[in-house]
């Protein structure tokens, strides 16, 4: 693969310098008009140690407009970023809608260097790829324009560089590792095709670029991201990107039967046996809590259900079982904007939490195959591909060893009913009552027919639903609380 | 101060059911009002262990609407809290406007037991009264409610707990130190009025709980919860908050002579020194970043100056010097509707480095004391306070260890008018000029007045402004470059 950018090309300094002022104002201009119709452009920067990376980068950071403009390398781990799956410290750096990063290596510096280093296996490193692929096409799809260059020297220039570099720098010790690793050119040649063979797609292309001319070489980057840029751009002026995508929807029929339906809600619970429940189950709950702690395993609840249907009294029992240093309540409402500015999952990425520590969402990524669905905010293309991106999402988290628990609280129309008059009533629960909750009412076969999708796509044995019969707060309640013990005792078995 | 509260008050179960429904009624009411009302609420709680905080917490969790509502322990630091100053953890935290969040210990924990503990001294607990109430100030007059609850048990009782706890609990380990540490009942007690005394005032008054009783304690605490929310309520209501606040501004007069007119703007470099004395101090800077790196010293560089004075060239000149690992440019825009909903100060905390990193501001919290100035987007008492919390924010920067270098770039106005006229011609420069420059510009007499008493409040040895003479790009750009350096030598000297 590499022989093919081995071609010596060059670029005298004088050429260059000709050509540097056309193609500045021409990235400006590109830049300009990315940060105006709100497109997150991400520069992924890697290849061999010695070609200069860091003087791209630099170089780059001077021709752009520095406003809105972002470099971040993962060399440096903090502890937040250890005790949490590895894509979180790329999420948290993600440009926003309109903005533009560069990263260092991002997601391909692991897989690379574990495989050269023989740490993971073949089958391993064509893991790392395929859920490189999925996380690229996902951003792809909302919107972000990916660049990635791979920055190729010859074995000649390598080892020039490197011993150049070692006399310059008093601080080749703090990169010590990498760079030996970085000494075993054929090692990590091959490494680099298998990965970048895996990753090059239509959507997110790898650009080769030779790089033992640095002349050549910027001006390489400089016309390879200009027509990355320019490209992007003439598609959103040239095609309604929602248009194009016609994805077969099944109409809503008249109430055929869901998943729903086999839901038992005449079960109930007497107040003395939900005392005692509650109570033996608040206690378990509270000495699981701590022993996930000690574990260093995460837990994550997510509550949904019908309007009225006892979320906030579940996650309440929940919560006055564990210690308050332990968990949090994420309520989810209203995006900020610098929420609506990333892809959705974002703004749960960032609530993400330490290892050992648990997260209780009241409401959650699922709004998206659920009101946004409902109410048309998501287009079809987009809820559609929601699923598979929400179960690679709890998927990372599982692998990281978060323990996951879903809920949805069901109740009948009937009951809705009477709680939403019940609410009218009690003074501390009419600020629970609004006209939303009101015409959410009307959207009822609507929103069934969402919930049988969600449970049906996204059941996953990993991260299973449970459909509880709410009817019945009493019986709800305990049923969360057990059902939150069993998951934290078995997944503590058999850590 | 204790024995006042040890007054054996009890409360049935029965009279404390009684009075709950109208209690939590108008708890919620007063939450609603003050989320309306865009009023941030930090219930600050504290005192002695065993007084059941963790309890009270939960019940006001439950009691409260859980929507906006956050709880934070500050009891497992990570490095990304350990590698700033002390107070970034506080700042992350903190409730939005509108937002309400419970803090167990907040600002006062560290304090209190490093005094119980005697690692530090009398003056030193005092020390940090002092910058207690100076934060609280702050975010007080910034229309933060903030609650602070003590929870004080009698010595009879706090040894009946605590043997109690350690029967029941098999996590006392986790928080070991802690309680040992508490149970030295005496010493604690006598550090806690020590640093009550010094902390309570008419803004943030400490409420005292007797917490022997827990029906008592529960009502003591949503009584005077309710009561501080309500005068809030009541103040904001009744009074325009603005309009009460009449500071003596200084007219600007005509034109008198400011500390920018001893500015020599006749300086210059040739090319060729310029290039020469560039290259040098750009490699100094290289090394002394990483130095700086090695010792765990982060550098914070401010650059303001007037439009077109060459900010951006600057900061390019330095960051082209400094290996892109090491460094990130904060450009300095609008606010965001997260940043906007806390005190000015807090987006920059956001961006304060981690220790041994660099961070470059473009603009910064000098908007403050500038542009909001200028403009009228601040009134004139909270510029004018401005200062002193700008002083209080950096001074906190370099106890921590930070070297902190500030650039105003001073141009004269007909260089000014010169570059604009010139970058109409440039195609790569035509987006740095808009409409809002030539307005600007035409402020010139009042940004003239501002700076010159920015830099007469804020100009600190520990953060020194250096007044950069800029109609020469090239001497500005060497000055900012050997300023930097001898700013990191000097600081790394003494380390």
């Not at 395993?297 to 332990?326: C, H, Y």
């Not at 076969?445 to 707060?473: C, F, G």
Request: neutral net charge.
């Amino acid at each position: 693969m590499f022989e093919a950018v081995e071609l010596d090309q060059t670029l005298s300094r004088e050429k260059f310098k000709a050509q540097e002022p056309e193609t500045r104002a021409a990235l400006l201009a590109a830049q300009r008009e990315l940060r105006e119709k709100k497109i997150a452009t991400l520069i992924l920067v890697a290849g061999v140690e010695g070609a200069g990376k860091g003087e791209v980068i630099n170089r780059l950071n001077k021709w752009f407009d520095a406003r809105g403009v972002f470099t971040h390398a993962f060399w440096d781990e903090t502890d937040e970023e250890l005790a949490r799956p590895a894509n979180w410290r790329f999420w948290r750096k993600l440009p926003a809608k309109g903005a533009m990063a560069f990263m260092f290596g991002g997601w391909y510096w692991d897989p690379l260097y574990q495989y050269t280093r023989k740490e993971i296996s073949a089958a391993e490193i064509d893991e790392a790829a395929t859920k490189i692929t999925d996380l690229e096409r996902m951003l792809h799809q909302d919107g972000m324009l990916i660049i990635k260059l791979w920055f190729h020297i010859s074995r000649k220039t390598h080892t020039a560089r490197l011993k150049n570099r070692k006399k310059l720098s008093k601080h080749i010790s703090v990169l010590g590792d990498e760079n030996r690793e970085h000494e075993k050119y054929g090692a990590f040649i091959k490494s680099a095709e298998r990965l970048i063979l895996h990753t090059d797609n239509s959507d997110c292309p790898w650009h080769l670029i030779e790089a033992d001319d640095k002349w050549h070489r910027d001006m390489s980057v400089a016309k390879a991201i200009l027509a990355a840029m320019e490209q992007r751009l003439h598609e959103h002026r040239t095609r309604d990107r929602r248009a194009t995508v016609h994805p077969f929807v099944t109409p809503i029929e008249d109430k055929p039967v869901t998943i729903l339906d086999h839901v038992d809600l005449d079960v109930s619970l007497s107040q003395e046996d939900y005392v005692e429940q509650r109570n033996h189950y608040q206690r378990r709950l509270n000495e699981l809590a701590w022993q996930a702690y000690d574990a260093r395993r995460s837990t994550i609840a997510v509550f949904e259900g019908w309007d009225a249907a006892g979320k906030g009294g579940a996650i309440q029992r929940a919560t006055n079982a564990i210690d308050p240093r332990l968990y949090q309540v994420i309520s989810v409402g209203a995006p900020s904007d610098e929420e609506r500015a990333h892809h959705y999952l974002w703004r749960f990425w960032r609530h993400v939490p330490r290892a050992g520590y648990m997260t209780l969402f009241d409401r959650s990524w699922y709004g998206r195959v659920l009101v946004e669905r409902v109410e048309g905010f998501a287009e079809p293309h987009e809820w559609l591909r929601a699923y598979h991106e929400i179960n690679s999402f709890e998927e990372q988290l599982v692998e990281q060893g978060s323990i996951i628990a879903k809920f949805w609280l069901h109740i009948s129309p009937e009951e809705q009913l009477r709680r939403f008059q019940e609410r009218k009533t009690k003074p501390w629960k009419q600020h629970k009552i609004t006209d939303e909750d009101w015409r959410n009412r009307e959207k009822w076969e609507a929103y069934r027919q969402a919930v049988n999708t969600m449970v049906e796509h996204t059941s996953l044995a990993i991260a299973p639903w449970t459909l509880v019969p709410a009817n019945d707060k009493r019986y709800a309640r305990v049923m969360v609380l057990k059902t939150l013990c069993t998951a934290l005792e078995q997944a503590l078995a058999k850590s």
